[in-house]
């Protein structure tokens, strides 16, 4: 017998004496090759659904390694979450995923769903069955798409930003999840790869005097009233798109938010109902902006006379010359064509209604009011969406806090009907608050509380009535009644 006889015979009786050892329920390592090209597979047992049934795993080259996969896994089996049979790849599960998706998404959110999952996942993983799926082969994926040429879009060889990197980390777990919920697998192998983080988002909005030189720009432009009104009330661009006539009322200056027109590739489709449940609003109008839409509604009449028989009678508010209404990419088009020719920052169609709400929140405007406006669900979402805008107004903030707490004293009086003449009032010790005279003679005067100096009114913080203290009826003492 020669030496790798006696060899091969060793290995063989140790493998026998291991697995004679082995206990029970820690499954077990063959095998399936010669002792030289070994194929070592691994084996345990699993209850699925009251069935016992078998997990394997190989060949792997060497026993140790095979030794190790089944360390593992039993491991996973005593957390409660061990691999089960399935051997589905993430390219047919992501398929899977979709179908049961799609009745419950938007035309356009299928579609964008359905390019991550064809041009992002199943390039790098849908080779892979999911059980067999690791942090690791993720982590790669990430890391490929974050090479330059992995963004699809534009003609730059581009890579994928973090935000869109979010979103196909999102998309495969969300896959992932509904494998876990069908028992495919035990556990979302995603929960252990680092989620990207999302890039911050930096809103392009333009000043008060740059949107009036903008709207001054295009008053010679055909759809100049659809720049107007999407400024004016922060309605998206399918809002627009999808408002009829029927729901706008220019008696009571208000439109009605109940519909949209979106788009699906090229393919516009018009939709029922808003983006969110909050989306369907009455948005009151200004006075000008009904004034514009009145001119509209005269230009559109003119038209369809032109056009005669041919002319469409869709019910839109915003169409083309022969009544079909607009499609999204021609409104995007023109409007960025308009803004290059304007002396004006570049911004993007939609971020005319970043401007509306941003404009509105440094007039003063109340957020939940702003809300209304913008269709969104609750004044949080609009705060943590233009956050930008509280900075500034930090310092009026410090400001009107230290006015409450300061302790003002009313240092000057003015006649009530004398316009801005002073006259000391004598009593620095007299705090602020509202006083009312029951003299018949109307002797009154306004006390203006304030926290400058001796010599000014700079800083008022609020106006009180008091009576002269050389009054006689006085008596040099200030009569003070409590308002109601």
């Known amino acids: 017998m020669t030496d790798k006889e006696r060899t091969s015979d060793k290995e063989r009786t140790s493998d026998k004496e291991r697995r004679r050892r082995r206990p029970k329920g820690t499954g077990a390592v063959r095998n399936r090759g010669t002792a030289r090209n070994p194929r070592w597979f691994a084996y345990h047992w699993v209850m699925v659904e009251g069935e016992r049934r078998q997990i394997s795993k190989g060949p792997f080259r060497m026993r140790v390694e095979a030794e190790d996969w089944l360390k593992d896994e039993l491991q996973k089996s005593r957390e409660g979450r061990p691999t089960l049979p399935s051997k589905i790849t993430v390219a047919e599960l992501l398929d899977e995923w979709l179908m049961v998706r799609q009745p419950a998404l938007e035309p356009n959110t299928y579609g964008e769903y359905v390019r991550v999952v064809e041009h992002r996942i199943k390039p790098h993983l849908g080779r892979y069955k999911v059980r067999d799926l690791r942090p690791g082969h993720v982590a790669k994926m990430l890391r490929a798409l974050r090479q330059p040429g992995a963004n699809r879009r534009g003609k730059a060889s581009r890579p994928l930003g973090e935000t869109s990197l979010q979103h196909t980390y999102t998309t495969l777990k969300s896959a992932i999840e509904y494998a876990v919920r069908q028992q495919l697998v035990s556990h979302n192998v995603m929960d252990d790869v680092d989620r990207p983080r999302r890039e911050a988002t930096h809103i392009r909005v333009w000043s008060a005097g740059q949107l009036a030189a903008f709207l001054a720009s295009v008053e010679a432009e055909r759809l100049a009233p659809l720049f107007r009104l999407a400024s004016h009330t922060g309605a998206r661009r399918s809002e627009l798109l999808g408002l009829r006539w029927s729901h706008v009322d220019l008696a009571a200056a208000t439109i009605s938010i109940a519909s949209r027109r979106t788009r699906v590739g ?211 003492t200030p009569s003070r009644t409590a308002s109601p």
């Open 266 to 476: 090229y393919t516009m489709v018009d939709r029922a109902g808003t983006k969110t449940a909050a989306g369907a609003r009455v948005v009151d109008l200004d006075a000008e902006t009904v004034n514009a839409l009145k001119a509209w509604r005269k230009a559109q009449a003119a038209e369809r006379g032109a056009w005669e028989a041919a002319y469409v009678d869709s019910g839109y508010v915003f169409t083309d010359e022969s009544g079909q209404p607009l499609h999204a990419d021609h409104v995007a088009n023109r409007f960025d064509r308009l803004v290059r020719k304007a002396s004006v920052p570049t911004i993007r169609f939609h971020d005319l209604r970043h401007t509306h709400a941003t404009l509105l929140l440094k007039a003063g405007v109340p957020v939940h009011v702003v809300a209304q406006r913008l269709g969104h669900s609750s004044p949080a979402l609009t705060l943590s969406i233009y956050s930008h805008v509280l900075p500034r107004q930090q310092s009026a903030a410090a400001l009107a806090f230290a006015r409450l707490v300061a302790e003002p004293r009313c240092r000057y009086l003015r006649r009530a009907t004398q316009g801005p003449s002073r006259l000391h009032y004598g009593r620095s010790d007299l705090k602020c608050e509202r006083l009312r005279s029951p003299n018949p003679h109307g002797n009154l005067f306004l006390a203006v509380c304030v926290s400058g100096g001796d010599d000014h009114c700079d800083s008022v913080d609020h106006e009180i009535w008091a009576r002269r203290s050389d009054d006689p009826t006085t008596q040099g």
